[in-house]
């Protein structure tokens, strides 16, 4: 074995059985007519991973095309461009109105630095509730509504009617 | 082969492509495939591998002329491949019988009984090897090639020559070892 790792390979070196082995494998002959398969295999494979292919007319290989192409390009840019430039207003005047400066008139009055507070919104006013006739008194009311109660119940039961009923008794 | 710079037509520079293509099969399938059966030990997965590693040079032909070492640009596009078959195929049954081993390796003048025992031997010694770490295993695989030199092993792994070094002797007290014990167990 071959143990001096700054020579790896001289010719008259001692091989051990494992590079002895490993020489007879890498020597071993490629098979007959390796060469012809792979040439058969390089002519039938696809020469690009094309997806889509373009037809003849419209090959890159085509400078025709190609220069129409960018024609057409530069043509719908420079359109729209100029679409663009000519829909724009220019010079629109600002729509501010100008105050007239005003002047302060000599020994004039002044305003003596008074600034005009706006008037603010008037509140909510809630609605007053409507009062329920006042002049009438309340025990009036009272009697009148247990008079009504007493006449219902005595035309309800007439055979009960006890003494001090001003009805007369039919059987006596 | 070189793709001529002069080949202003898209044509004529895909054929040339092509040329420059078939050239490299015709000079380096056969490297490729020692490199891929040495990692995948089965032939015909070698051969898809191989395969596959000129499909990816098809792909990207364009970039062939900036390729400054073909050969090894090659063996590292093929090593990439095999590794991920590899890695890839862990669950499956390693393929490497005694069987495949005495098919596959030279034999000349040896008795059938010979060719069974160094197969045997063979087998040993590989499944040594497959116990050996990541690292020290790839270069120990590449060492095996007498057309590689350190440099490009070191190209193909993407490391240092002294890294490649260092690995390689690390590998053989390994490998060293490994076949002392087993010879031990025996």
Known sequence: MN???????????????????????????????????????????????????W??????????????AA???????????WGVYTRVERNQPAKVIVMPPRAP????????????????LPGPTAPQPA???????????????????????????????GEGSSQPDASK | MEIPTSAVNEDARRRAEDDVLAAMVDQYAGALYRVAYSVLRNPADAEDAVQEAFLRVLR???????VRDRRVWLIRIVWNIVLDRKRRSKTRPETDDVAELARVLPS???????????????????????RLPVKERQVLMLSAFEELSSVEIATVLGITESSVRSRLFRARNLMAELLDHTRSLR
């Open chain 1, 3 to 53: 143990s001096n790792p700054h020579n790896p390979k001289t010719p008259d070196s001692g091989l051990s059985p494992a590079e002895e082995t490993l020489r007879l494998v890498a020597s071993v002959p490629a098979p007959e007519g390796l060469e012809d398969r792979v040439h058969a295999a390089l002519r039938i494979a696809p020469r690009t991973a094309r997806v889509f292919a």
């Open chain 1, 55 to 68: 037809p003849k007319v419209f090959r890159p290989e085509n400078n025709w095309i190609r220069a129409t």
């Open chain 1, 71 to 81: 024609a057409a390009i530069v043509f719908v840019i420079a359109g729209g461009g």
């Open chain 1, 105 to 120: 008139e000599a020994g004039g009055f002044s305003g003596a630095g008074a600034i005009r507070v706006p008037q603010t």
């Open chain 1, 131 to 161: 009062k329920a006739n006042p002049a009438r008194p309340k025990a009036v009311t009272k009697a009148a509504g247990r008079a009504k109660t007493k006449t219902s119940s005595v035309i309800g039961r007439p055979s009960a009617l």
């Open chain 2, 60 to 66: 990207h032909r364009h970039t062939l002329e900036e």
């Open chain 2, 108 to 130: 000349t003048g040896l008795s059938a009984e010979e060719i069974a025992a160094a197969a045997q031997h063979h087998a040993r010694v590989l499944a040594c090897v497959d």
